[in-house]
């Protein structure tokens, strides 16, 4: 059973970077059967997914185009874990954020973080 | 990329069936039969019920079933129960290696 666990500031000022980090376990960020991806949830827009990594023999990114000026999402593989950068954030990046898991196959979300509350203010 | 339209909210008493519906557009719902199902209770993560269309993983209820027509895909409840009360919210692979979520549907258990 895959669990993924995020970590990172709930509180960002405007202006400055967004970083959450995703753990996994009973997975590999390396698995070339999935891909590792970031959605956020605001009352406002729903449900918004904003990219993922992936390995298939090399890294592939691939980022929502609302976000991909300021947006990285960079897997570690030495602590199996990936990451989200989001720059220059606004009080529109307010939101609760998830990691999740795509499979390749399904095309997917089927396992998700808890997901981290992330407020935007000075 | 333009959200999938979902209806703000939906509600049956127990052991009715409800349908909510998704709409997209030709580049997403209409072309990919990649449309999913998330279910999300308030403070907790968002669980896949249904996957490519109509496909249920393992241990999600036979009461959940989807559908598509079109650009409209849809999901059904059946025999609700009041542990059904969430929100629900649908996806599509919108091509180019992308995904586009609805904006959410809250299910009320009357």
Known sequence: Q???????????KP???????CVISGDTVSNDRAAWNWVRKSPSRGLEWLGRTYSRSKWYNDYAVSVKSRIVINPDTSKNQFSLQLNSVTLEDAAVYFC??????????????????????? | QSALTQPASVSGSPGQSI????????NDVGRHDLVSWYQEDPGKAPRLIIYEVIKRPSGISNRFSGSKSGNTASLTISGLQPEDEAFY??????GGSTWVFGGGTKMTVL
């Open chain 2, 89 to 94: 919210y649908c996806c599509s692979y919108a």
């Open chain 1, 2 to 12: 895959v669990q993924l666990q995020q970590s990172g500031p709930g509180l960002v």
């Open chain 1, 100 to 122: 999740a898991r795509g499979d390749a196959y399904t095309w997917a979300f089927d396992s998700w973080g808890q997901g981290t509350l992330v407020t935007v203010s000075s």
């Open chain 1, 15 to 21: 202006s400055q970077t967004l970083s959450l980090t």
């Open chain 2, 19 to 26: 349908t909510i519906s998704c709409t997209g557009g030709d």
